[in-house]
């Protein structure tokens, strides 16, 4: 199963996975929800991914993102919960990269 990964512009660490298709110029956000996509903002592109069972993902399950591909056609992946200290000071340099 192939993926594309977005990163988005609203919440650090807030990921959409995104099932790919066959169709080159099919829209690949078809069939996201529009109140998502307004929660999540503008999508950056980050990579393409083939997912598999033997394939292991750092923070999700792989076969609930490829479950949640299949069913929905899309899986977002949440910032972790308690590791984002939303007072913490932006590092110099590494924002707006």
């Not at 956000?29 to 991914?49: I, N, R």
């Amino acid at each position: 199963m192939h993926c594309d990964i977005y990163r988005s512009s609203k919440k650090d660490e807030m990921y959409l996975y995104v099932a790919t298709s066959a169709q080159e110029h099919a829209d690949p956000f078809e069939k996201v929800p529009e109140a998502v996509m307004l929660a999540f903002g503008k999508p950056t592109f980050v990579m393409h991914l083939e997912l598999s069972e033997a394939r292991k993902l750092a923070r999700v399950s792989v076969l609930h993102v490829m479950d949640s591909l299949q069913t929905k056609g899309f899986f977002m992946q949440m910032p972790p919960e308690g590791l984002i200290n939303p007072n913490a000071v932006e590092p110099e340099g590494l924002r707006g990269a």
